[in-house]
């Protein structure tokens, strides 16, 4: 046996959506210095114009990219909202239950989030 | 530092997550429908941001926001980095180094929030 492994989990239970929480929560970090970024470009003193910016906001892969994030967020915040149930007290033999619920939550809410943010109008236009 | 009192320092460091993730959900929540739903039917423009940020009240909550999310996004990302063993040394590096991150970002975001009038 190794005195060092590199993971000492059990790989069932709740490891899969630690592991995705680790992820999605990496993910986010990165997105947070290019949000900063991209709001810098209010002061008009950043090497690309606000306005610039967002014609690139505005092509297919990026708007694509927003409905993926919207996704992570979403899984980030609710399944962060089970480990504050589970750490305030709720018990945790609940914990696959409430995983569950809550991404049901999630689907329904990314649903709709899917339909507000997808280019429908252009779609149909060029259609 | 001995060992007790680290451990308790990281108890802490692992409280103020779990609240400022509580806090963020509703300060995320707010943010998103100030610029994707309370817009007037229009898409998001310079000036729209520009007459939301003039505001002082915003001002306030988009800064007391950037330092909440830059605490969750770092102390976050070294949680995860400290789960591939680092050493003691290492540890010390990295808090620092995360310290220096999100203060310079908490620099950076302020000043963009300022610099509209």
């Known amino acids: 046996m190794n005195n060092q492994p590199f993971l000492r989990y059990k790989y069932r ?21 290019a949000h900063l970024f991209v709001t810098s470009t209010l002061t008009g003193k950043m090497p690309i114009t606000f306005d610039r910016l967002m014609e690139i906001m505005d092509k ?4 694509a990219l927003e409905i993926c994030l919207i ?4 899984y980030h915040a609710l399944n962060g909202i089970k480990l504050a149930l589970l750490n305030f007290g709720v018990p945790t033999k609940y914990h696959k239950v409430l995983f569950w619920v809550l991404m049901i939550i999630g ?13 429908w109008n252009k779609i149909m236009s060029a259609g | 530092m001995n060992k007790i009192k680290a451990s308790r320092a990281q108890g802490i460091f692992w409280g103020v997550q779990l609240l400022s993730g509580i806090f963020l959900l509703i300060v995320l929540g707010v943010h998103f429908w100030a610029l994707h739903f309370n817009t ?23 800064t007391v926001f950037l330092a909440l999310v830059l605490y969750h ?15 003691k040394a290492m540890r010390g590096l990295l808090f620092w180094l995360c310290v220096m991150v999100a203060i310079a970002c908490f620099i950076f975001g302020l000043n963009t929030i300022n610099s509209v009038m």
């Open chain 2, 73 to 87: 996004a770092l102390n976050g990302v070294r949680a995860i980095i400290l789960d591939f063993n680092v050493s």
């Open chain 1, 71 to 74: 996704g992570v967020v979403m």
């Open chain 1, 60 to 63: 297919p892969y990026v708007k």
């Open chain 1, 107 to 119: 689907i329904i809410l990314f649903s709709y989030s899917w339909y507000v943010l997808f280019p």
């Open chain 1, 13 to 33: 239970n709740g490891m899969f959506a630690w592991v995705l929480q680790r992820l999605s929560g990496a993910c986010i970090a990165f997105y947070l210095i």
């Open chain 2, 40 to 62: 007037g039917n229009q898409a998001l423009s310079y000036q729209l941001i520009l007459s939301r940020l003039s505001s002082p009240a915003w001002k306030v909550f988009d």
